[in-house]
């Protein structure tokens, strides 16, 4: 299987600043993903990018992380996060992954 991390920033493009709340982006996140009906976790990271000015900045981003998806859709959720959030690219990285499905009831 398949693991898909997006890492998105959530400082503006243009402002090099966070103009919308944490909490409103990870709403706006999970909403993207439901639409799509696609099963996910997230976690908020921090770290640095260098834009195409050559320009470095530290910034905040949440991380998607999708096991074994449908892979156009995760190009979709890509490109919508970043026309959504305003950012100049969203990074996406694959891994090969082994996943296990534990349940149990009593």
Same mark, same amino acid.
């Given at each position: 299987?398949?693991?898909?991390?997006?890492?998105?920033?959530?400082?503006?493009?243009?402002?090099k600043?966070?103009?919308?709340q944490? +909490? $409103?982006? &990870?709403? %706006? *996140?999970?909403?993207?993903?439901?639409?799509?009906?696609?099963?996910?976790?997230?976690?908020?990271q921090e770290?640095?990018?260098?834009h195409d000015?050559g320009?470095?900045?530290? +910034? $905040?981003? &949440?991380? %998607? *992380?999708?096991?074994?998806?449908?892979e156009?859709?995760?190009?979709?959720?890509?490109?919508?996060?970043?026309?959504f959030?305003?950012?100049?690219?969203?990074?996406?990285?694959?891994d090969?992954?082994e996943? %296990?499905?534990?349940?149990?009831?009593?």
């Amino acid at each position: 299987k398949k693991r898909y991390p997006i890492s998105v920033g959530l400082n503006d493009k243009d402002e090099k600043v966070q103009k919308i709340q944490t +909490e $409103k982006i &990870v709403r %706006l *996140v999970t909403n993207c993903c439901k639409g799509y009906g696609m099963a996910f976790s997230a976690y908020l990271q921090e770290g640095g990018y260098v834009h195409d000015s050559g320009e470095y900045v530290l +910034e $905040k981003s &949440v991380c %998607l *992380v999708f096991v074994d998806p449908d892979e156009a859709l995760v190009e979709e959720v890509g490109k919508d996060l970043c026309a959504f959030l305003n950012q100049e690219s969203v990074m996406v990285t694959v891994d090969e992954v082994e996943c %296990l499905f534990i349940s149990e009831s009593i």
